[in-house]
Structures are given as C-alpha cells and as structure tokens.
C-alpha cells in the first residue's frame, strides 16, 4: 500500500531488484490481478507474503462470507498473516463497548477456520481518531484482551507504530503480546502534522515524524518478535511521486534505523 | 469559546437573557477587553466564571510567567479553575515520557502559586491525536497520575468527552477523580466524522455525533461531580454562523440531553 501507485508485477519487480525479501499485500490489488496469478507471480520470484490486509469491518453486512474469503485468499497467497481492521459504531450506534463486544464474537466465529487454513488472524488496533468509523478496537491492550481468548496460532495483535506510539502502556503490551507469540505483524509508520482531513492519508515516510522509531524496533525485538518489519504508508504525497523512488527512499529509510535483519 | 464570534458584552448578555448562570472564559477575549472591565462586567450581570482557558504549554519558551499570569488572571475573574493544556513535544523531539516528565516538573513549580490564590489547576487530557503538538498528556489516567501529586485543592484534571469519549479506562477514572476530588472541570463536545484538516475545529455540536453525552453526564455525577457542565465547540461552522443562534442551539441541545441542574 506503500506503493499502491506500482502494478503488482512491478512491485514485485521492484523488491527483488532492490534485495527485498518479502512484502505486505491488500486484498484489491490481489483480486485485480487475480489470487492465482498474484500467487504465482510473488512464488516465483521466491518473495514472501508477510501479511493480506484486510479482513474485519465486523459490522458491516455480508461481513463473514467477506472475511472467510479473506482468509482463503491468505492461504493461496501463502501469507500466514490476516491483518483485521475491525471496524467502528455501526449506522446511529454510540455504544463502544457493544461495538467490541461484537468484534470478540465475530472473531470467535473465524478463528477455527483460520486456524485450519493456517492463517492467523492479527488484530490491529487503530488510534483513537479511527474509534468511531473504522475500528472500535482503540488500543493494544484491548486488542491483546481479544486476542487472548483464542489459541496464539489463530489469534494475534498487530503492532503499528502510528497507531500506538502514544500509548504509554503501549510498550507493556508490546513484551506481553511477544511472550505469549501473539505479536504476528509489526508494521512502521511516522507520525507528522497538520494531519490532514479525514486524517487517512497522512501516515510519515520513517523518520520524517516524531516517533522513535528505532525504540520501537528494539522494544518489538526485545519482544521476542523475529519476523517481519513492515512499512505501511497512507500517505497521498507519497502516492503522487513516482513509485520505484519512493520503494527506494522507504528502503534507505528503513535501513538507516539499523533494524537488525531477521 | 463555543461562540467566539460573540464578544465578550454580547455574550454576557446573551447568558443573562437565556437563563444560563456561569460561563467559561478563554485567556485572549478577556485580555482584549480588559481583565478588570470583563471581571466587572460578568460579576455586574451574576455570573459565574466557571473556568479560564488556559495555562500550560509547558515547552514553551516564557511558560513559568505566562503560567503565572494565567492563575492570576483566573483570580481576578473569581474563578476558581484554570485548565491546562500541558503541550507536546518539544522542537525535534520525539521522546514522550519526558515531555510528560516536564508537565508533571511545571505543575510542581505552578501548584503552590495557584493554591495560594484560591485557583484550582486543571490537567486536561488531550485525544491522542494531539500528543505530538498540543498535549502530550493523552488520557485521563495519565492526568490523575500527575494531579495526584498534589493536593486536592491545587491540582485535579478537566473530563472533557470529545478528548476521552474511546477510552474504555476513563469511567474508572473519572470515578476515581471524583472519589478524590479532582474533578475540576466537566467539558462536552460531541465526535463527528470526518474530521477536518489538522483536526482542531471539528468538534461536535451536542447529539450531532457518536458520543453518548447522557451516560458521560451520568457517570460524572455518579463520580459526584456537582459543579458546572460546559459546553466546548470548536467548530468551524459553528463560528460561520451567526452567534445568538448557535447559543441558543446549543443550549436546547443541553437541555434536551436532561442533565440535572446543579
């Protein structure tokens, strides 16, 4: 989503040429391609798929059938990973609390499938500003609270720094979701402002903004958390320039944090 | 603040006209008009000031005198609370815990000086979309942590819903405020989508957005919270418009939502 301006075959392209070994994928791109093709195409060229976002919007209608197909094409694409974005207040709805109780039922209904289809589903929680419309689940703590009723290899959290980095029991959540093996993605993003209206699509290239962004990498790591790093950036700047520049600048980026390679 | 498009005469008298017994008053209107001549003017119409807005900014250069000047100020206007909102990170910097180090140090310097003149401090948790720029204090639960340093009487915290609204930890503390007397300040604003460019003026008028404002009102006084309820819009569209009628909107919203008197 980074580089949602680059075809899928040209990002593929792209992370081989520049020694990137694995990469997150969203469903649209996967279904316009197609899942076969997708699959092939990324198996192929011997990259990973970290992460199929996204599954979740629990309220919405249609929204099983929705996720089990997510979590299909997960599997077809070899992604172990389902990132969910719950969801916010349904139409009129002011309850918060009936919204994640909702969430937790809704993802009692998938995790057996998921679990059968190897795939595990990750919770995200989003920042508070996403509470209403996009996802109830506001926290890593309330995220972990979910996530722990289920066995670790269905259910896990995600840690996005833009979402969480102002958190102070954040870092608490982080060592606990890693010692029990429920921290399944780890995705990076800074923090800059003004943000803009909607406040979608104003997520920092790495280390434009004021996250410590190195201080997370090590508190994930401490962690335990030895798989991927992803960079997630919804960022319409960053989409109106060229897309090989900016998978080249997000890689310098990435690299000067001097993430040890897992 | 709600009606800033009304000056300071216009809205003493437009107070007095529908009944509305106490208002809360921002720094730069009052300072136009001149702190004795507003002090007279609310007290000549038996008003009460409910709050003055605000001190804090604690990373700014000159906070020790402005702070001082702001208690002072809130003397002279007889009223008893000043709210603070403490400020984010400071220029480059990207290290949370010691901004909110900094507030918890300035609050120290400025408690004895507000208590000694009869002036309440207020810590006002911002939404956490404010943490980098205008409020490094994010929840009520950080709030209490540093007003519970203090005495009672000197430091407490502002519950203000627009800012707290998706924090599934703020009841308790706002029944843990009030238990201790630290609930200094009781603000509504509702939350309405989508947020506007930079996120500042977009707050709701009451019963427009997603916030259940009669069960925060209800937990308030279950927290024994007898003294004002204000009503804080910024809103853009609110100020475009012209400002008797928008009070009078406004209180019929208030009213409606059934709120006991105190």
Do not use: K
């Given at each position: 989503?980074?580089?949602k301006?680059?075809?899928?075959?040209?990002?593929v392209?792209?992370?081989?040429?520049?020694?990137?070994?694995?990469?997150?994928?969203?469903?649209?791109p996967v279904?316009?391609?197609?899942?076969?093709?997708?699959?092939?195409?990324?198996?192929?060229?011997?990259?990973?798929?970290?992460?199929?976002?996204?599954?979740?919007?629990?309220?919405?209608d249609?929204?099983?059938?929705?996720?089990?197909a997510?979590i299909?094409?997960?599997?077809?694409?070899?992604?172990?990973?389902?990132v969910?974005?719950?969801?916010?207040?349904?139409?009129g709805?002011r309850?918060?609390a009936?919204?994640?109780a909702?969430?937790?039922?809704?993802?009692?209904?998938?995790?057996?499938?998921?679990?059968?289809?190897?795939?595990?589903?990750?919770?995200?929680?989003?920042?508070?500003?996403?509470?209403?419309?996009?996802c109830?689940?506001?926290?890593?703590?309330?995220?972990?609270e979910?996530?722990?009723?289920?066995p670790?290899?269905?259910?896990?959290?995600?840690?996005?720094?833009?979402?969480?980095?102002?958190?102070?029991?954040?870092?608490?959540?982080v060592?606990?979701?890693?010692?029990a093996?429920?921290?399944?993605?780890f995705?990076?993003a800074?923090?800059t402002?003004?943000?803009?209206?909607?406040?979608?699509?104003?997520r920092?290239?790495?280390?434009d903004?004021?996250?410590?962004?190195r201080?997370?990498c090590e508190l994930?790591?401490?962690?335990g958390?030895t798989?991927?790093?992803?960079v997630e950036?919804f960022?319409?700047?960053?989409?109106?320039?060229?897309?090989?520049?900016?998978?080249?600048?997000?890689?310098k980026?990435?690299?000067?944090?001097?993430?040890?390679?897992?």
């Open positions: 989503m980074t580089v301006q680059l075809s899928l075959p040209e990002l392209e792209q992370c081989v040429r520049l020694g990137i070994p694995a990469v997150g994928l969203w469903r649209e279904r316009a391609y197609g899942l076969e093709a997708s699959a092939r195409l990324v198996r192929d060229a011997g990259l990973t798929v970290t992460s199929l976002c996204r599954g979740g919007f629990f309220t919405a249609g929204w099983l059938d929705d996720n089990r997510a299909d094409e997960a599997a077809a694409l070899g992604a172990d990973t389902l969910l974005v719950s969801g916010g207040l349904p139409p709805g309850d918060l009936a919204a994640r909702r969430i937790a039922g809704a993802i009692a209904q998938l995790a057996p499938y998921a679990g059968e289809r190897g795939v595990r589903l990750a919770i995200e929680p989003l920042h508070p500003m996403y509470a209403a419309d996009r109830a689940v506001s926290t890593l703590d309330q995220a972990l979910i996530a722990e009723r289920f670790a290899e269905q259910v896990g959290v995600v840690v996005d720094t833009y979402h969480v980095w102002w958190d102070d029991r954040a870092p608490a959540a060592a606990r979701a890693g010692a093996g429920r921290l399944h993605s995705q990076l800074d923090w402002t003004p943000l803009p209206a909607g406040v979608l699509n104003g920092g290239q790495l280390g903004g004021v996250i410590d962004l201080a997370w994930a790591a401490a962690a958390h798989g991927p790093v992803e950036l960022n319409d700047e960053l989409w109106g320039r060229d897309g090989v520049e900016v998978l080249e600048e997000t890689l980026r990435f690299t000067e944090l001097g993430i040890s390679e897992s």
